[in-house]
């Protein structure tokens, strides 16, 4: 291959290879609030066409002094309607550049690189899966639902928040899976608690053989842990601080035990999705772990 | 040579979309660039830990157009690196504490030049110790390795003999380490120095002194964030590299002045490129060749994307050979 920068037919924004991640100016087709949560709908057939659950992308963000991009896991892809090939992004518009992002609307053109990552690795037996979605995190669990559900697995749903606003999309929680149950801290939806409280009584109803999750770090060391004292394998989409997303900064990594020795593998490119037996968590240091470390102290 | 003088862009259009066929234009500028004996086809590099080993950024481009890829900082031995938060953004640039997370040299020479080769990209190999000892050992393992254009020496570590001060802090700790590198390379050997230093002159002075072909400036910049909330730093390694374009002022003055102090000596300049413009500031200032660094975190093309708009910066201006741009600051009276 000689000529790296290949205008695609009828979408001349796009630049990469036949395979691989791709660089586009994508248009953003809807835009709307989920929740307390905003999605962000693009026009990316090329992108789309190569997303897999569990994979993400990454967006530049116009915000003061701001030179880096914000990963978000793809919510969902869309390869039919008159818009050939939509993804679509969840996210909380707290930080500075989701805030950004949450005043974006209809016609907006955005410069997303994506799909990036190991996504969801699926089963190749037709086994029940049980998969467990944290805040935002929920949106990826779908997708992967309705993947799972299109290939004739049973999928059960557990979503847990801080409030019932924080559980995502209740509705199609529901539509997608065999059951969803919902746990919040304050009661206000479903079981009053965290996702761990529920899991045993799910994944018996729906003798699950599999386990999906993706959202916080201390949920997903709470999930992993569950599964691998039930002898579950796990597959958890992790979350770390994240500079580049093509694999070359090594910010973004996460300690794993293979063959009795621990190895910082990159969340971007060897993840985000990890086997949840492999990944060391009481070496996990990202800020969420250490905020929970310090809740448990403090009480 | 008028280039000092601004003249206005020819009526033609600019940026055409690469391979397309326009009308004949001028010939285009030569971009080649002599780098310590070594030619470059342009003066586009990376900087050393921003382009992994090559493969990823492949993905997106050939990198064997740009004019060399110099690799992640290789280790004696694989290093884990430090625990996360390893990345801060800041205003106008990044903070990082890695640790020099690497495989070691015996994993690079077995899997990562190989990949080099055989895609015919010409690799600049950054090696970093923490003694002398280490910089040697390295040394003598690139001896004679096919396909390696130039050595970087990231001197810009904490020396574990001279209790945790940087080599390049210290001129005498400076010739030490380039010294046993030179000593056992013919290729050409370029000292990464750190801007945190009072007279970044005179360090640069004792690497040519111990052999150096050149000198390559500058290094993040010492930095630290502290979480207001919680009153914990906001990276594992406490401290980190301050990178991004918040720095480019500080690269342009770091090189003006080793030019202007050893002016035959060349010099690969980075710090906060991330536009054609920023590539000439640099070569102005004195670069020889300018890398394109912390740009490739948030766009992966950034470096294929300056390459591709030089050659149209200095047609307009009318300027032949982008060599002839170099030192060309025009200071007054």
């Not at chain 1, 037996?277 to 102290?297: G, I, N, T, Y």
Request: net charge neutral; proline share 7%.
């Amino acid at each position: 291959m000689s000529s790296q920068i290949t205008p695609r037919g009828s979408d001349p924004q796009v630049f990469g290879r036949e395979e691989g991640p791709l660089r586009a100016f994508c248009e953003v087709l809807g835009a709307k609030r989920v929740g307390s949560y905003w999605s962000l709908t693009f026009v990316a057939p090329a992108i789309a066409e190569r997303a897999r659950p569990g994979q993400f992308v990454t967006l530049a963000v116009d915000v003061g002094g701001a030179t880096l991009r914000r990963p978000f896991s793809i919510a969902s892809v869309s390869q039919q309607g008159p818009w050939a090939g939509t993804i679509e992004i969840v996210f909380s518009g707290v930080g500075q550049g989701t805030h950004w992002l949450a005043q974006r609307g209809k016609h907006d053109v955005l410069d997303l690189v994506g799909p990036l990552g190991r996504g969801f690795p699926l089963p190749n037996r037709q086994v029940p899966a049980l998969l467990v979605g944290g805040g935002y995190g929920a949106a990826p669990m779908l997708y992967l639902a309705r993947t799972l559900g299109a290939r004739g697995h049973r999928v059960d749903v557990v979503l847990g928040a801080r409030t019932a606003e924080q559980i995502y999309n209740t509705i199609e929680a529901k539509r997608a899976a065999a059951s969803a149950t919902f746990t919040t801290d304050d009661g206000s939806l479903g079981t009053q608690g965290i996702v761990t409280d529920v899991l045993d009584g799910v994944a018996e109803h729906g003798r699950s053989e599999v386990v999906y999750g993706c959202g916080p770090m201390p949920m997903l060391a709470g999930v992993a842990r569950w599964a691998a004292d039930r002898g579950l394998p796990s597959q958890v989409a992790v979350e770390e601080a994240m500079a580049c997303g093509t694999g070359v900064c090594m910010t973004c990594v996460v300690p794993v035990r293979r063959k009795g020795q621990r190895r910082n593998v990159r969340a971007c490119v060897e993840g985000p999705v990890l086997n949840g037996a492999r990944v060391d968590w009481d070496a996990v240091r990202s800020p969420a772990m250490a905020q929970h470390e310090l809740d448990e102290e403090t009480g | 040579m008028a280039i000092s003088r601004p003249s206005p862009p020819p009526a033609r259009t600019a940026a055409a979309p690469s391979g397309a066929a326009t009308t004949p234009a001028e010939p285009a500028a030569d971009l080649r660039v002599d780098l310590g004996g070594v030619t470059l086809a342009n003066p586009i590099v990376t900087a050393s830990g921003t382009f992994g080993s090559g493969r990823e950024i492949n993905q997106f481009f050939d990198v064997n157009r740009l004019g060399a890829v110099v690799v992640k900082s290789i280790t004696r031995h694989p290093r884990p690196g430090l625990p996360t938060p390893r990345m801060v953004e800041t205003s106008g640039g990044m903070l990082n504490a890695i640790g020099l997370q690497n495989g070691g040299i015996d994993a690079w020479l077995a899997e990562d030049l190989p990949w080099l080769r055989q895609h015919g990209v010409p690799a600049i190999v950054s090696i970093a110790g923490n003694t002398v000892e280490d910089y040697q050992v390295l040394a003598q393992r690139l001896r004679g390795v096919e396909g390696i254009l130039a050595v970087e020496a990231n001197i810009s570590c904490p020396n574990v003999e001279d209790r945790g001060t940087v080599f390049a802090c210290r001129t005498e700790a400076t010739r030490e380490a380039i010294r046993v590198v030179t000593a056992n390379l013919s290729v050409p050997v370029f000292a990464k120095l750190t801007p945190d230093v009072t007279d970044i002159t005179a360090i640069a002075a004792s690497a040519r002194e111990a052999g150096a072909t050149g000198v390559s400036l500058i290094n993040t910049l010492l930095g630290m964030a502290i979480d207001a909330e919680t009153g914990r730093p906001r990276l594992g390694g406490v401290t980190g590299g301050l990178s991004g374009p918040a720095i480019k002022p500080v690269a342009v003055r770091a090189i003006h002045q080793v030019h202007q102090a050893l002016p035959d000596i060349p010099i690969i300049g980075m710090g906060g490129v991330s536009t054609v413009t920023d590539v000439v500031e640099l070569i102005r200032a004195g670069a020889t060749a300018v890398a394109v660094g912390t740009a490739t975190f948030g766009n992966p093309m950034a470096s294929l994307e300056v390459l591709e708009a030089l050659p149209d910066w200095l047609a307009a201006r009318g300027i032949d050979r982008v060599a002839d741009l170099r030192g060309t600051v025009q200071l007054p009276g």
